[in-house]
């Protein structure tokens, strides 16, 4: 497994790769799971060090409870995600897998700098997907919701 650490806008973040297939990557972030996609393969000719391919670790029950919406990962490939604009906290999500919606709706608010933030659908259509829960810390561009 790789390890570095990273100081973004004067926070320091140590960042772990746990796994990467192909333009998949799975870390950990100050020891919280993320999956995230790389824009492009990481060729790993390129790669200073081969990343390790680790099996996932069981979660207990009480843990895997805030990942409950990731198995989606194949409905969020197939829809439009709706990402934060910003850093901060989620307060409350209005929408839940199922609800039809119009461009605009309101889906998601995002606490951050003390205001709240009305997160809007920028497109109609159906939520495939939930990828947050209430009171989890986005960064800016990840992934909220997904309308199919």
Request: hydrophobic share 40%; charged share 20%.
């Amino acid at each position: 497994m790789n390890k570095y650490q990273y100081k973004v806008q004067g926070v320091d973040y140590d960042v772990e790769i746990v796994n990467v297939e192909g333009n998949v990557a799975q870390v950990n972030v100050n020891g919280i799971p993320f999956e995230v996609e790389l824009k492009q393969p990481i060729n790993p000719a390129t790669m200073p060090h081969k990343p390790v391919i680790a099996a996932p670790k069981p979660q207990p029950a009480a843990e895997a409870a805030p990942q409950k919406e990731k198995p989606a990962e194949n409905a969020q490939a197939k829809g439009m995600k709706v990402t934060a604009p910003l850093p901060g906290t989620i307060t409350e999500i209005k929408v839940k897998v199922g609800d039809a919606i119009k461009d605009g709706d309101t889906v998601v608010i995002l606490e951050a700098m003390k205001m709240q933030n009305n997160i809007e659908a920028e497109c109609s259509g159906t939520v495939t997907s939930v990828l947050v829960s209430k009171g989890d810390t986005v960064m800016e561009g990840d992934a909220l919701i997904t309308i199919g």
